[in-house]
T-cell receptor
Framework: DQQVKQNSPSLSVQEGRISILNCDYT??????FLWYKKYPAEGPTFLIS?????DKNEDGRFTVFLNKSAKHLSLHIVPSQPGDSAVYFC???????????FGAGTTVTVRA | DSGVTQTPKHLITATGQRVTLRCSPR?????VYWYQQSLDQGLQFLIQYYNGEERAKGNILERFSAQQFPDLHSELNLSSLELGDSALYFCASSSSAGSGNQPQHFGDGTRLSIL
């Protein structure tokens, strides 16, 4: 049962513009949501997270928005840079359970 | 560099065989997690060990087993391999046993190909 879904397998954006990645989840009991970034031949690296009690978290060019009523979160990257070209995974977890439930990922390509 | 080391990077074997994947966690991390990523899918949680003890189990097949040794490195054993076991296997580590806000640190994975 896929509890975290990323329905857009790919996204192409021009350098300098905003990238918006979307993620939906089905389990309203998730406590944390995390975004990971993955380059080819490397493991995922942590990008940013948000607690379920918040609706926004910002870290430099990266902002995550959480809409609990819609069970939806999004990652905004502004401005997009060529180094942002990667696969982005949305993940969710519970406070007392560290295992992560991952979405299938969205491949972002930043065009020059 | 995440500090998590996985060996080997690539493994090619045949159906019915058995393989062992190895993971050394980041220095100081007590938890080790194993994930499987099949083609075009997200990472699927397999199993977690904390300080040598099994802590949580996900969708891990009975043909698969894991352990964490006193030096905290972990091994994932896959036996009676089938074509569908071809995947990327990731190991991750964290300092605690369960606190969902702490990020896990991932190795670069082992790509297993079953011929």
């Amino acid at each position: 049962d896929q509890q975290v879904k990323q329905n857009s397998p790919s996204l192409s954006v021009q350098e300098g513009r905003i990238s918006i990645l979307n993620c939906d989840y089905t389990n309203s009991m998730f406590d944390y949501f995390l975004w990971y970034k993955k380059y080819p031949a490397e493991g995922p690296t942590f990008l940013i997270s948000i607690s379920s009690i918040k609706d926004k978290n910002e870290d430099g060019r990266f902002t995550v928005f959480l809409n609990k009523s819609a069970k939806h979160l999004s990652l905004h990257i502004v401005p997009s840079q060529p180094g942002d070209s990667a696969v982005y995974f949305c993940a969710a977890s519970f406070v007392n359970d560290y295992k992560l439930s991952f979405g299938a990922g969205t491949t972002v390509t930043v065009r020059a | 560099d995440s500090g998590v080391t996985q060996t080997p990077k690539h493994l090619i074997t045949a159906t019915g065989q058995r393989v062992t994947l190895r993971c050394s966690p980041r220095s100081g991390d007590l938890s080790v997690y194993w994930y499987q990523q099949s083609l075009d899918q997200g990472l699927q949680f397999l199993i977690q060990y904390y300080n040598g003890e099994e802590r949580a189990k996900g969708n891990i097949l009975e043909r698969f087993s894991a352990q964490q040794f006193p030096d905290l490195h972990s091994e994932l054993n896959l036996s009676s391999l089938e074509l569908g076991d071809s995947a990327l296997y990731f190991c991750a580590s964290s300092s605690s046993a369960g606190s969902g806000n702490q990020p896990q640190h991932f190795g670069d994975g082992t790509r297993l190909s079953i011929l």
